[in-house]
Every structure is written in structure tokens, then in C-alpha cells.
């Protein structure tokens, strides 16, 4: 049993590290696209809050999950950010597809957490992703409705 | 009607106890020289210079108008009229009225015909539309035009281009207001009456400086605190305002925290139980869900976030608690500041929860700022459908391309409507390369206008500006339409509970002006737009046929116009909408039967989250709601993205005083009110003035990461650590009419303000920003 706990606890740990990560980058890229900067705080603030939440809940079994690990600096999102080399509006779209992609994949690593818990009775694990769980979900849907926004006029607007 | 009503705004009291009629009380005021018994003809009107939708009467002699006087029989005001409404109308004949049109001919405008200027603008339009498609034309309009007006515009907007690019200025004053009934009601309509004000023991007032925003109504309020059996207030408000000074309980939480607040408000009458459990088993979803979120919000957590004393908020709560007739109010303080859709929305939890709906004294009012801000929303200028159609309901787009005979896909619907804010970044974009702008004057309202000039002044876009006086912004334009201004034209409008009134024309406008609807129809006729048959689209010809057409749309939905007509509204003055042949004298309360518009069909929205502001699935909601219950929606309290720190130490916030309105356009050229506020201040606690180390009267600078503006210190009782700037000010009647003369010496607020807004309502945040502020020596 701690084996697969273990997996599925790093899994997701390492899926919000990521979309984490992805929101740092997508701030740093697109500081002048208000309507995604002043959202994507309050989305990296949830999955900060879930990384830290894990790695309390992943302690208390013996599964040593740092509480910050993974999140790039603000230097090192810059330059991450400075890898596109143009950014025009289809760069957002590109970032908005992944974003919903890494959510995805992670709230799919909170189902399974979910499950596990469900059926080795761990209450406590199951309570953390009844109320973290929510936080991964939104941040998709968040993704999808910012595509169905921005794609008509991106592009409509190609050349 | 006296000077001293400058110095005592609210005028003479005529107390009333509770539950008894509001006496009347007749105001009036004509140019010197002019006795009543002299004015040749009264024409019928309402005021257009707050959102209370005062009634009154323009007096005419020899085809000028030479007074006003407020109708004592109106329900909304009973014969008063506040000092804008006294004095405001003599801007019209102010000798800088725009009175022909101009085109911009290398680099200067020069004044033109009417031919020349719409055939400039038609074949700009046309060749954007060939080249770019409908997406690149947008439109911007007001809360000052008439619903036939913003009908007509929506009409061309939507069915004619097929563009969703169309706001109104509302959107930075009542967008919250619609969507937090929106998100509660499933469609928007405001559920109360301000009749209620006559039978609340209660009256619990959110970010809402009633007295200096709709001062009619704070003669009511404070007729009743005179009377018998007065209401008790709750005001929450950043500075002590005249309100708070009237309060039982006054809380001035620190600027962006409203939700924690309320939060804790919810969670105290839900452990006292002070809670209508059969209201809220019968009407209502969500309980269980908003009661987890609040679960943890104790006054004692919210004191320390808000930076108030607990014990001052467990009053709070024990006031609406024991309300037996609870009425809730909200404006600004709220819409304009952090989480403000969140906020709002559990104003709405707060009344439902204690069951205080659709009863006399009881309900909720969120308030709008400008006086046909509702007719921007329900008509559909501001992007949402027409009569609070649902852009996810098929159904609903379906009837509008039959009552336009246009094909549905004629009518955009892939998303929701694109908001003032994310037009402007198209622009900068470069993707929306036309704009046409009605009755408002971004150049100085939208924030942070260094980068709102920048893209106004962008060669590649076009830009239209259609307005009664020379702005900030018609010097940006490339082509200016005059425009007839108020009791120039006619067509009806409706205040913030639901009073529809009749304006009509009293004089004729200046020189070549014209009727803004003139304006638009003759836009439709030049640009051939068509229905699916070959013929017009734009079916209309007069006020009165657009009113008629408006009737059809809103018929069957919420904001029922059915059963109204030009002559009823002659005759009777104010009607409440849904006025329909079952209801022929309008509609006091809105849900007295108990049923709401939130079925899945019928429903205007499915909601949106209210941190993200991402789109609810239809499935999703029909799950939730499938009965069309009122819905209770918690939030979580989220910190504002800037808080001071060493190099912005101050909060900044953006507000209002009674003697102005807007950009001051119309009441700066009105003597009396400008004599009365001419330059902008910067309200300042006595705290913060002193560790500044300035005066009254000192001139200060106050600068934000986006900007600076200049001022002159005036002490009034903000919360210290608060600075207070009305954003009336701009500089056409300065030395540089179309901007500040270099960057630190503007003189408008939102040279400073943030580029930042509500997820869910997408309105911009004037009331929360970080500054510093230094006395300036020179
Ligand atoms: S001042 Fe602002 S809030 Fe008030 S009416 Fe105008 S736009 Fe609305």
C-alpha cells in the first residue's frame, strides 16, 4: 500500500509543480495581457497552496515531498518566458492549450489520489482533495473559457 | 429654487414615519429674471445625472429652456430634484457645444457636412469589414443614451456588422450590478423597489455614499430618520462619510477586503442562526456549500483582515440579524474595488439567508451609477443579448435572429461579450482597427490613460467620436458627430429600480447637431445593412417605432415592456418594469409570486466562477439548479494583487462628489456646480497628513506605479493609510485641453489608477491601487 501512496502522491506533486511552473512562465510572457496576468496570481496562488498541502499531508506517511520545490525563481521564469521569441497573440493560445493540458493531467493524478484514499480508508487524504482537488479543475476551465474567448479574434486576425 | 441649496444639498426635511407615503416636495429653479407664471410650455423629463431617474418638467420660453421643476405626482422623487438636476441643463446652451461635424485633415480637425463625415465613416467601416471581417469593428457607448438608442446601436452592432465588440461605459460603473443578480437571480432585474426605503427597519448600505451619488434618495432616507419609527443604518465605507455620520454601525474596512467582510457578516448570522430556514429550503440552492465556506470566516479572523474590531462587526451582524425588514444596498465601494462580483453576490446571500425578498422594506438594490445604465444592460449595448437573453442558450439566440430576421448565425454567441477593457487590448493589439464611441469620454474615465491616449492616438485606428461637447477624447478622433444633447431629443429611459420614464425634446439641438438615434439610423441606411430578405434591418424611423421594436424583444422576458406605450408613460409618468397586459401597471417587486428567471431555459446566464471568471457549462448548472432556485454562491477571500509597501505606502481610492458628474462635461459648464468644486483635491486623514507633512491647501503629488496627478490637500476623516481623489477631473478646461502638459503634472485619477478588473464583471478596479504621496514646492 505505501508504495502505490507514494506514487500517487509524487505524481501529483509533480503535476502541480508543473502547472505552477507553467503559470510563472505565462505571467512573466504576457505581463501585458491584463486579463490573464491579474487571474494567473490567483491560479498560482492555488497551486502553490496545493503543493504545500501535499507536502504536509505526503509528511505525515513518511513521503518526503518538498513544499516548494519545482517553482522556477522569478529570473528563471523570465528567461523561460524569453524562449518564444515573438510573443503575439497565437503565443497565448499556445500557453492556454497547455496550461488546460497540465491541469488536466494533474487533476486526473488527484482522482487517482482520491481513489486510493477511498479505498484504503485514508480520511484525511480523501478531505485534502475534496478541497484541493476543486482548485486544479477550475484552473481548467478557467484555460478553456480563455480559448474560446481569444481564439475567434486571434484567428480571424492571421495573416 | 435658492443658492443655498449648494450649501445644504439635501434641502428642507419632510419627515414620515414608517410605512406612510413619502410627502412631496416640489423643487424648482429657472434663469434669473424668470417666474413660473411667465414659461410658456412644460415639457415632461427625467434627470440624466445620477441613477435615481428624477421626474421633472423643463420650463420653455421662446424655444429656450429657462428652468426645470421636479413632478410632485412621480413615485421616484415625489417633486424633488438634487442640484445637478437644478443646475446641470445650462451647460446646453454653453457656447462650446459641438454643433457641426469634423473630419481630421492633415493632422487638424476641420469642420465639415454631415455627408462628408458619415461617408467617411462608412467607408472606413466598409473597408475594414472587407479586408478583416466583422472582428475588426467595435463600438463603445454610454449609461446617457436612451434604450431606442442603445436598441438601434445593438441592432446594427450585432445583426447589421455581426461584431460582439460593443460595451458601454457601464461596464466601469453597473456591470457588477448586473452580473451579482445574475449569478443569484439567473438573470438580471433589480429585485426591490426604492419604496422599500419607506418600510426597512434596516437599511444596510455597502460601499454606497448615497448622499453625494443619488441624493434624492438620501432625502428619503433622511426624511424617514426624521419621522417616527426610523430605520437603523449600517454603513461600510473607507471614509465617514455624510452617511456613515447618520449610522448606527459604521465600519471602514481597509480598501480591498469587502469580501472578508461580508464573509463574516454571513458567518455570524448563520452561528446565531439568525437564518430563514423554510425561505431558504423553499427558494433557494447552495446552502450547505456557502455555509462550509464561511465556516471558518469569525469576525475575530475578518477584524484582522479589514482591519476593523470584532466586536464592531458582531454589531454589524447583529443588526441585519435582528432586521425585520432588511433592505441591502450596494454601489461603488464595492463594484470598483477587489472581488467586487464576490462581494456583491453575498450582499445577495445576506438578504436570502435572512429571507428578506419581495416584501415591502425588504430586498436588495445594487445600485447603478449612471441614470440609463440599465438600458445599456438590458438592451444589449454593453455585449450581452438583448432582454437578458443567454448566449450558451440556443434557444434564446434563435428568437433573436427571428425578431431581427437575420440567420442565428448572423448573431455572434461563441463566447461571452468582449468587455471595454479587452477591446483596448485588441487594439494594442492591432486586431480592432475601427471604434466608434457614443456619449462618453474614455480619455479620461478608463484607467491608467497614458496607455489609453497611446492607443487612441494610433494611426491605424479609426476612431469615431460622437458627443454634445468638445472632450479628451473627441481630440483624439478621427471624425467628430454633434449631437443633440438632453431635452433635445426625445426617447425613455429607466432608473436603478426598474422606472421607465419618458424624455422628451423641449428645444431644438444647436447648429447641425443631431439626435444620437438620428445618428445611428442614418449609419444603417448608408451602410445598406439588410435583413435575410434584401430588406432593412433597422426597421425604424422615430423614437416612438424604435420603442415599438424594443417592446417586441423584450416581450416574454424579464424586462417586459409589453404592455407600456409613449402615451401611458405621458400619462402616467414612471412604470416599474415587466409592465405587460396581465400587469398593466408595472411591477412594485420583483419575485412576489416566488418564482425566479433561473430555470435552465429561461435563465440569463449559468453563472461564472467568481475568482476566475471562467464560464459555467450548461450541464454543470442544469445539474445545480435544474428547479430555477435563487443560487447561493460563496467566495473565498483572496489578498489584492498590490498592497503598499515602502516605496507606495498610501492606498489610493477613486470617488465622487454631488456637485459633479462624470468628466464634469456637462456640470463643469454649469456655473454654479463648477464655482462650487472647481479643482481637484486629494483627501487626505489628518494622520497621514502630518506624517506627510502638509496642509489643507498644500499641493501634493500623488504617484502609482502607472502615473502621477497633482492636487491640493484637503483633510476629511478617510481611514488612515487611505487617500481619497474624485476622478471627475481632466483638462479640457485647462491651458492643455487634450492632456496633462507634461507626465507628472496630470490632474486626472486615473493617470493613476491600475489596469486591472473583476473576473466576473470585468469591471476595472478604481478603488484599490498603492501610491505615494509628496508635497510638491513649486
Ligand atoms: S461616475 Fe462612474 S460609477 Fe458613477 S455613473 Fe459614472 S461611470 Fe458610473
Redesign the pocket.
Known amino acids: 500500500m505505501k508504495a502505490g501512496l507514494e506514487y500517487a502522491l509524487t505524481k501529483l506533486h509533480q503535476g502541480e509543480n508543473k502547472v505552477a511552473e507553467h503559470l510563472q512562465v505565462m505571467l512573466a510572457r504576457h505581463p501585458s495581457d491584463h486579463e490573464v496576468h491579474h487571474v494567473a496570481i490567483d491560479l498560482l496562488r492555488w497551486s502553490r497552496e496545493n503543493v504545500r498541502q501535499l507536502a504536509d499531508a505526503a509528511a505525515g506517511y513518511d513521503v518526503q515531498l518538498s513544499a516548494e520545490a519545482g517553482q522556477p525563481s522569478a529570473e528563471e521564469a523570465l528567461a523561460r518566458a524569453a524562449t518564444v521569441e515573438e510573443v503575439t497573440p497565437l503565443t497565448l493560445l499556445d500557453d492556454v492549450r497547455t496550461l488546460y493540458l497540465l491541469a488536466a493531467e494533474t487533476s486526473l493524478d488527484w482522482e487517482m489520489l482520491a481513489q486510493h484514499a477511498q479505498a484504503a480508508r485514508e480520511a484525511d487524504l480523501l478531505q485534502l482533495s475534496k478541497k484541493r482537488h476543486p482548485q486544479t479543475q477550475r484552473q481548467m476551465k478557467w484555460a478553456n473559457t480563455m480559448l474560446k474567448v481569444r481564439s475567434p479574434q486571434t484567428l480571424a486576425s492571421m495573416d | 429654487m435658492d443658492r443655498t441649496r449648494i450649501e445644504d444639498p439635501w434641502g428642507r426635511r419632510t419627515p414620515f414615519a414608517r410605512g406612510h407615503m413619502w410627502p412631496e416636495r416640489v423643487d424648482e429653479y429657472f434663469t434669473d429674471g424668470v417666474r413660473a407664471e411667465d414659461v410658456q410650455e412644460w415639457v415632461p423629463a427625467a434627470s440624466i445625472l445620477?441613477?435615481n431617474g428624477d421626474a421633472m418638467d423643463i420650463a420653455v420660453m421662446d424655444g429656450r429652456m429657462v428652468g426645470v421643476r421636479g413632478r410632485a405626482t412621480d413615485r421616484v422623487n415625489r417633486g424633488r430634484l438634487d442640484i445637478k438636476s437644478l443646475h446641470g441643463w445650462e451647460s446646453g446652451s454653453s457656447r462650446d457645444r459641438l454643433t457641426t461635424p469634423m473630419v481630421r485633415e492633415g493632422g487638424e480637425l476641420v469642420p465639415t457636412d454631415w455627408d462628408t463625415a458619415m461617408g467617411r465613416v462608412v467607408e472606413r467601416c466598409r473597408r475594414e469589414l472587407e479586408s478583416k471581417g466583422p472582428r475588426a469593428i467595435s463600438f463603445y457607448t454610454s449609461?446617457q443614451l436612451f434604450a431606442e438608442e442603445y436598441y438601434t446601436l445593438t441592432t446594427i452592432a450585432r445583426a447589421g456588422i455581426g461584431t460582439d465588440h460593443l460595451d458601454g461605459?457601464?461596464r466601469?460603473?453597473?456591470a457588477t450590478a448586473g452580473e451579482a443578480l445574475k449569478e443569484t437571480f439567473g438573470s438580471d432585474g433589480q429585485p426591490a423597489s426604492y419604496a422599500d426605503i419607506d418600510h426597512a427597519d434596516v437599511i444596510a448600505l455597502f460601499g454606497h455614499n448615497v448622499a453625494e451619488?443619488q441624493p434624492v434618495l438620501w432625502m428619503r432616507i433622511l426624511d424617514r430618520l426624521a419621522g417616527e419609527d426610523p430605520p437603523r443604518l449600517l454603513v461600510v465605507d473607507p471614509r465617514r462619510t455624510v452617511v456613515a455620520e447618520h449610522a448606527t454601525v459604521h465600519l471602514a474596512p481597509r480598501p480591498g477586503t469587502n469580501l472578508a467582510l461580508l464573509n463574516a457578516l454571513l458567518h455570524e448570522v448563520i452561528e446565531r442562526d439568525h437564518v430563514d430556514h423554510a425561505f431558504v429550503e423553499e427558494h433557494t440552492v447552495g446552502y450547505g456549500t456557502l455555509a462550509d465556506e464561511v465556516a471558518d470566516c469569525t469576525p475575530e479572523w475578518a477584524a484582522q483582515v479589514c482591519g476593523l474590531e470584532a466586536t464592531d462587526i458582531v454589531a454589524a451582524a447583529e443588526l441585519v440579524g435582528g432586521a425585520e425588514r432588511l433592505l441591502a444596498t450596494v454601489?461603488?465601494g464595492v463594484?470598483?474595488s477587489h472581488q467586487a462580483t464576490a462581494t456583491a453576490v453575498q450582499v445577495n446571500n445576506l438578504v436570502l439567508l435572512r429571507g428578506m425578498l419581495a416584501r415591502p422594506g425588504c430586498g436588495v438594490l445594487q445600485m447603478?451609477?449612471?441614470?440609463t445604465?440599465e438600458n445599456t444592460r438590458e438592451c444589449g449595448a454593453d455585449g450581452d443579448l438583448p432582454a437578458f437573453r443567454n448566449w450558451q442558450n440556443d434557444e434564446h439566440i434563435r428568437q433573436l435572429a427571428e425578431i431581427w430576421n437575420v440567420d442565428m448565425m448572423q448573431v455572434p454567441h461563441h463566447s461571452p461579450p468582449t468587455h471595454v477593457m479587452e477591446m483596448f487590448h485588441h487594439m494594442q493589439e492591432g486586431t480592432i482597427t475601427f471604434l466608434w464611441i457614443s456619449a462618453t469620454n474614455p480619455a479620461v474615465?478608463l484607467p491608467e490613460l497614458a496607455r489609453i491616449r497611446s492607443i487612441l492616438s494610433d494611426e491605424n485606428l479609426f476612431v469615431v467620436v460622437q458627443d454634445i461637447f468638445p472632450t479628451e477624447t473627441t481630440a483624439l478622433a478621427d471624425v467628430v458627430l454633434p449631437a443633440a444633447g438632453w431635452g433635445e431629443k426625445t426617447g425613455t429611459f429607466t432608473n436603478t429600480d426598474r422606472t421607465v420614464h419618458l424624455t422628451e425634446r423641449a428645444v431644438d439641438p444647436p447648429g447641425q447637431a443631431r439626435p444620437d438615434l438620428d445618428i445611428f439610423l442614418d449609419f444603417a441606411a448608408r451602410m445598406e445593412l439588410t435583413d435575410r430578405d434584401g430588406g432593412p434591418l433597422v426597421t425604424w424611423h422615430d423614437p416612438e417605432s424604435a420603442f415599438e421594436a424594443w417592446k417586441r424583444c423584450s416581450a416574454g422576458r424579464p424586462c417586459d415592456y409589453s404592455g407600456m406605450s409613449y402615451d401611458l408613460l405621458r400619462e402616467r409618468g414612471g412604470i416599474q418594469w415587466p409592465c405587460t397586459e396581465e400587469r398593466p401597471d408595472g411591477t412594485e417587486r420583483l419575485y412576489e409570486d416566488g418564482g425566479f428567471w433561473a430555470a435552465p431555459a429561461l435563465c440569463e446566464t449559468y453563472g461564472r466562477d467568481l475568482v476566475t471568471g471562467a464560464s459555467v457549462q450548461p450541464t454543470d448548472y442544469k445539474a445545480l439548479n435544474p428547479h430555477g432556485k435563487a443560487v447561493l454562491k460563496g467566495a473565498t477571500y483572496l489578498p489584492p494583487h498590490e498592497e503598499p509597501d515602502d516605496e507606495y505606502p498610501m492606498y489610493l481610492t477613486t470617488g465622487?462628489t454631488i456637485y459633479h458628474?462624470?468628466t464634469r462635461t456637462k456640470t463643469g459648464r454649469a456655473p454654479e456646480l463648477n464655482d462650487a468644486a472647481p479643482r481637484v483635491w486629494v483627501e487626505l486623514s489628518e494622520t497621514d497628513a502630518t506624517e506627510i507633512g502638509v496642509a489643507e491647501g498644500d499641493r501634493v503629488q500623488v504617484s502609482t506605479p502607472r502615473g502621477a496627478m497633482r492636487g491640493e490637500v484637503r483633510l476629511g476623516d478617510c481611514r488612515p493609510g487611505v487617500a481619497f481623489v474624485p476622478?471627475?477631473y481632466g483638462y479640457w478646461d485647462t491651458d492643455h485641453p487634450t492632456g496633462p502638459p507634461s507626465e507628472a503634472d496630470g490632474r486626472a485619477a486615473n493617470e493613476t489608477t491600475v489596469t486591472d478588473w473583476d473576473p466576473v464583471s470585468k469591471q476595472p478596479m478604481?478603488k484599490l491601487g498603492v501610491a505615494r504621496i509628496e508635497k510638491v514646492t513649486s
Not at chain 2, 368 to 371: D, L, M, R, T
Request: hydrophobic fraction near 25%; charged fraction near 10%.
Open positions: 445620477d441613477s449609461g461605459n457601464t466601469l460603473c453597473t451619488t454601489l461603488q463594484y470598483q447603478n451609477g449612471q441614470p445604465a474615465s465622487r458628474f462624470h476622478f471627475h478604481f
